[in-house]
């Protein structure tokens, strides 16, 4: 059991709260009282959607072999609003709930959230480090406060995260080629030890093995897929559901947690119907044009309007740029709403044209996330357009959700059918290996599945290579 070693009220209003992160951060110790490390918790929060209901899970895990010792949760309401550098006050007290049912009392406590790196020094992670006693450490998946310069490609770099002149964490690659995490110290330990504690804990994806595994674990206690005993959340792949067999749904509970589930039917989908090749194009540019005719009609429309294009010898930035908008429109009127579309491909091709000379190559050489934004902001993107051009075009580790997607799987019963796009998304990139070529294939096979057997007014269930799940589902 980990019961607080410091105990407060926990405030109501933002000053009070303010007040209290001032006076606890006197109580800060940022040099290492960690000892030898064998055994670390992470913990996660989730939100029923919609409302204040929410979840905390604890794993606790042998270090560094990162073997499963013991899992705890707990759900309740949130006692504090959603506020910016107050995340403590509202999620705080879960997590504390969670780790009193612990029958271990780990060496490190590992929270997805900041310590330091934030705007009063007193995040989350350093915020229960205090409370629980136990040393802290902070690994957040985006920057609250502060700027860092890239580090390199390789698993291990790592950069500076300064704030007002003074270094409050570091942005860490733990995984080559793959957006860093962003580590700060809690409590107790130092960045060099927090660091060095995170690479290790971080086997195989991005996120670091504590916190991924309460992620899943959280998001089973939200959605009631739980069942009872130690989950060992297994990376290992078991033999995929079949027709009159095991279905998805039981498979998720079994193997305990999206990730076995997810593969399980990305590996069926893959056997069925074999890889699906896609993105149709023969030049990345091509499959940028693609992904945004493609908004509102089949494929086959935009084939023509493609080879509309390639006749005429337009098919390149820089002819389209300085093509008139009624030339463009009727090239590619086989697309549908052409007078639309073509607004937006000049809007796009301007944007492509003015801030990187029209060269995939060179918007590469940005994060997917500012690429992201960037087009975001271009009239007439949005975020599935944007993700089909990171993903297809730019080849950056961005899983595409659109209708099918939400639809099988919803039907599947991951999650409700009026998801937001963006949670969507988490789901997939949170449970899968964050890898190109997966997300590539995984959605080419989801369209696959749903033009074939998971049609929109009622699925061929019987006879769909998931059968079984649909209708347990609904």
Not at 175 to 200: N, Q, R, W, Y
Not at 213 to 241: D, Y
Request: charged letters at 25%; aromatic letters at 8%; glycine letters at 8%.
């Amino acid at each position: 059991m980990v019961e607080p070693v410091l105990k407060h009220r926990w405030p109501k209003s933002y000053k009070e709260a303010v007040r209290l992160q001032e006076r606890l951060r006197s109580r800060l110790i940022l040099g290492d009282r960690t000892g030898d490390v064998r055994i670390v918790a992470g913990a996660d929060v989730s939100y029923d959607k919609g409302s204040d209901y929410y979840h905390a899970a604890v794993v606790v895990l042998k270090f560094p072999e990162m073997e499963t010792i013991e899992e705890t949760h707990a759900s309740g309401k949130a006692p504090f609003p959603y506020i910016p550098g107050l995340l403590a006050f509202r999620e705080g007290p879960i997590v504390i709930k969670a780790l009193k049912k612990l029958k271990s009392r780990p060496d490190i406590l590992m929270i997805d959230g900041h310590g330091i790196a934030h705007p009063r020094g007193f995040g989350i992670a350093s915020h229960l480090g205090v409370l629980t006693g136990i040393p802290s450490i902070g690994c957040a998946k985006s920057v609250l406060v502060g700027e860092f310069r890239e580090p390199g490609a390789r698993r291990g770099a790592k950069s500076p995260l300064v704030y007002k002149g003074e270094e409050v964490g570091r942005a860490l690659r733990t995984k080559e080629k793959v957006k860093p995490v962003f580590v700060s110290a809690g409590h107790m330990v130092s960045l060099d030890t927090a660091c060095e504690i995170v690479i290790k804990c971080c086997t195989k994806y991005r996120l670091p093995e504590p916190t991924r595994r309460a992620h899943i674990l959280v998001n089973e206690v939200r959605r009631g897929t739980l069942t009872t005993g130690i989950s060992t959340s297994r990376i290992a792949l078991t033999s995929c559901p079949s027709p009159g067999g095991r279905g998805v749904k039981e498979a998720c509970h079994s193997e305990r947690s999206e990730e076995s589930a997810l593969l399980n039917i990305y590996n069926s989908l893959l056997a069925h119907y074999g890889p699906q090749h896609w993105w149709p194009g023969e030049t990345p540019f091509e499959v940028m044009v693609g992904a945004i005719l493609t908004q509102n009609t089949n494929w086959g429309n935009v084939e023509k309007a493609i080879s509309n294009l390639k006749r005429s010898d337009s098919l390149s930035p820089e002819a389209i740029n300085a093509m008139p908008e009624t030339t463009l429109a009727e090239l590619i009127k086989p697309s549908g709403y052409f007078n639309i579309k073509a607004k937006r491909l000049k809007s796009f091709i301007r944007y492509f044209v003015e801030n990187y000379n029209g060269k995939t190559e060179e918007m590469r050489k940005r994060s997917s996330a500012q690429i992201r934004r960037e087009l975001l902001s271009v009239s007439g993107i949005g975020p599935e357009t944007a993700d089909s051009i990171l993903l297809y075009s730019l080849e950056m580790p961005v899983f595409v959700v659109d209708a099918y997607t939400k639809r099988i799987f919803s039907r599947h019963g991951f999650f409700p059918p009026d998801s937001d796009y963006h949670d969507v998304q988490r789901f997939f990139m949170d449970s899968l290996p964050e890898d190109v070529k997966l997300y590539n294939e995984y959605h080419a096979l989801i369209v696959r599945l749903a033009k074939d057997r998971c049609v929109k007014k009622s699925g061929q269930c019987e006879l769909c290579i998931l059968a079984g799940c649909t209708n347990e589902a609904q």
